[in-house]
């Protein structure tokens, strides 16, 4: 069985042209597969990045300071184990103080724009509860609490912080 020359140069080109398509798939393919890998690559890369909230964040102080750097607030522990928190305004004034003494005692104080405390609410040693009003001097002007012998008071004082009435 032999072929004519003519036979063979057809079948050769035609083989040629069957080989360069072959190559063309083979070089889309390729890229396809690489395509494939990165992007597997990629989302095992974001699947390991953990970006969810931490579930505990220790420290002794926290800060919190508003878009200019300006300290807005704090949080911490003192020395003597009292904890405390402070708000500022944006001059810087401290607004609100938020405190538990190290003997457990809470307590919550609210500032005038002068930064003098206005009023007062807390809790004694034997958790009886306390609550004054200050006048714009810093005086105490009201007082309302409960004592140890569970007998309410209220009383009113004088500009000066002196008495003025109370009952009982």
Known sequence: MEQSTGELIKRLSRLESQQAK???SNKHLRMMTGAVVLLCGALLTMAETNSAVPDT???????????SGKLRGSMGVLTDGAVGLNLSDPSGRTRVTVDL??????GVDLYDQDGKVRATMALGDAGQPGLGLYGPDGH?????????AKTPGLAFYKDDGK??????
């Open 101 to 106: 003494a190290s003997n457990g005692t809470p």
């Open 163 to 168: 008495p003025a009435w109370g009952a009982p």
């Open 140 to 148: 105490l002007r009201t007082s309302l609490d409960i004592p140890k």
């Open 22 to 24: 072959l190559q063309r």
């Open 57 to 67: 964040l220790e420290a002794q102080q926290f800060l919190l300071r508003d878009s």
